[in-house]
């Protein structure tokens, strides 16, 4: 019996462990696959190091070592003398028994953290050879002449934007209006501009219907039949919870209609009573389905082992960065200006420009810009929507204003260093 058995070594579930750990809690984490995760082995950090290497070639050789490197580093930390690392497939028995194998592991407390895949599409010819999700698109040894991307969501963006630059042909198929559905329209659209212009071809409010012989066959805006011809095919359509073989009906779980593990705001599982056990259940990070984000996960993570521990947090989950990282980059945070119409909500939108700064010019970096909403009397800041040049680090200052409820002439009333590209958001208009 063990305090805290953990399912999964992505960034929730290894986050979790360690500030279980040094919190003095005996943590058993199971791990089928490398630690790390979707993120570490073929998410954020495989994308970031392609966005970051000057060609695939240089790419495919450098994503070996940074992985292998960061792999070490979650298994030094999960080396804590309060932490058991099992390698094999978790099953639960009951509502505090996994199996892995033929051991049986028992807890008061269980965290599911098992993650997402890709969700395909069910389209005629979509087990083709030629397609394939993120994963595979990583693991492909040659640079594809031509590349098309089924969706405009993060994952599609930023493999567009980065074989584009490889030298690929890029050509995007979106279902929606837009781009990158999550993000303010109005940057969302400018970003789009940025990348046609750079060469990607995008088909907007497009539905594929079928994919035969190297081609993808899709009806556009008018009704109409279209094709684009590919070497490779990526579907990045979305990604839906993993919990395949976890056998949760043993511990009285039922998935809600999407396939998330349904959770209450403190990601606590409801269960059914008859099922024997009286752990605490919960789950955190993609398969909730609540924010499929990295940083989510690690953040819903902290806060359950806080609850365990009975240490109050303040985390305000409402208030969630992220980043695209296209080139330039684009990130957010809080509601877009498009939400805060559909909502009703009152509010005033402030925009600044890369062009007009100092910064930005000398790094030729001059195309993006800074949209920043708050409420109309007190000036509160509501979200930040932007792309352009170090985005995400930008959204990252504003992140912390709206955490602590802070105004627009707050923020306004800090000191910038100057030259930098933070001085864009005090010369909003
Ligand atoms: P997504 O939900 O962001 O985008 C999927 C896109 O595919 C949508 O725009 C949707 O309209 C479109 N689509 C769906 N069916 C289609 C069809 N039949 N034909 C054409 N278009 C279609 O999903 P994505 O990009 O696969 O990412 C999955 C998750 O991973 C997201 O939750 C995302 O936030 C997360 N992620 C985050 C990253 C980051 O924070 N930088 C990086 C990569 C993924």
Excluded: W
Aim: aromatic share 6%.
């Amino acid at each position: 019996m063990t305090d805290l058995i953990i399912i999964g070594a992505g960034p929730g579930g290894y986050k979790a462990a360690a500030h279980a750990a040094k919190h003095g809690l005996k943590v058993t984490i199971i791990e089928e696959g490398h630690v790390g995760g979707t993120c570490l082995n073929v998410g954020c950090i495989p994308t970031k190091t392609y966005v970051h290497s000057a060609s695939f070639e240089e790419a495919r050789e450098r994503l070996g070592v940074v992985v292998s490197q960061l792999r070490a580093g979650v298994e030094g930390i999960l080396s804590h003398p309060n932490i058991t690392l099992v390698r094999g497939k978790a099953s639960f028995v009951d509502g505090h028994t996994v199996r892995v194998g033929d051991d049986m592991f028992t807890a008061s407390n269980i965290i599911i953290a098992t993650g997402s895949d890709s969700k395909l599409i069910p389209v005629p010819g979509i087990d083709s050879p030629n397609v394939v999700d993120s994963t595979g698109l990583l693991q492909l040894d040659t640079l594809p002449k031509r590349l098309c991307i089924i969706g405009a969501g993060v994952i599609g963006m930023e493999f567009a934007s980065v074989f584009n630059r490889f030298g690929s042909e890029v050509t995007v198929i979106e279902f929606l209006k837009e781009c990158l559905p999550a993000l303010d329209s109005d940057i969302a659209k400018r970003l789009r501009k940025l990348m046609e212009k750079d060469g990607i071809s995008f088909h907007l409010q497009c539905g594929v219907k079928q994919i035969a012989n190297g081609e993808v066959f899709f009806e556009n805006k008018k009704g109409q039949m279209e094709s684009v011809a590919a070497d490779v095919i990526l579907v990045a359509t979305g990604r839906k919870p993993r919990t395949e073989g976890l056998n949760l009906e043993a511990a009285g779980i039922t998935l809600a209609s999407n396939g998330t593990i349904p959770v209450d705001e403190n990601f606590k599982v409801s269960y059914r009573e008859d099922i024997e056990g009286d752990a605490s259940l919960f789950a955190i990070g993609d398969v909730n389905g609540r924010q499929m984000l990295a940083h989510a996960a690690e953040m819903q993570g902290q806060h359950v082992i806080n609850q365990i521990l009975g240490i109050e947090d303040k985390i305000r989950f409402e208030v969630m960065p992220a980043a695209i990282f296209t080139e330039p980059e684009a990130a957010c945070v809080g509601p877009s200006e498009d939400q805060l119409k559909e909502q009703g909500t009152p509010y005033e939108c402030h925009k600044a420009f890369y062009r007009a700064n100092g910064k930005a010019l000398a790094m030729a970096e001059t195309e993006g810009m800074v949209k920043l909403c708050c409420e109309p009397e007190e000036g509160r800041l509501l979200s930040a929507h932007i792309f352009g040049a170090h985005a995400a680090d930008l959204v990252q200052e504003v992140t912390a204003y709206i955490t602590l409820g802070a105004t627009l002439r707050q923020l306004r009333d800090t000191v910038h260093i100057h030259p930098t590209l933070s001085e864009i958001l005090i010369e909003v208009n």
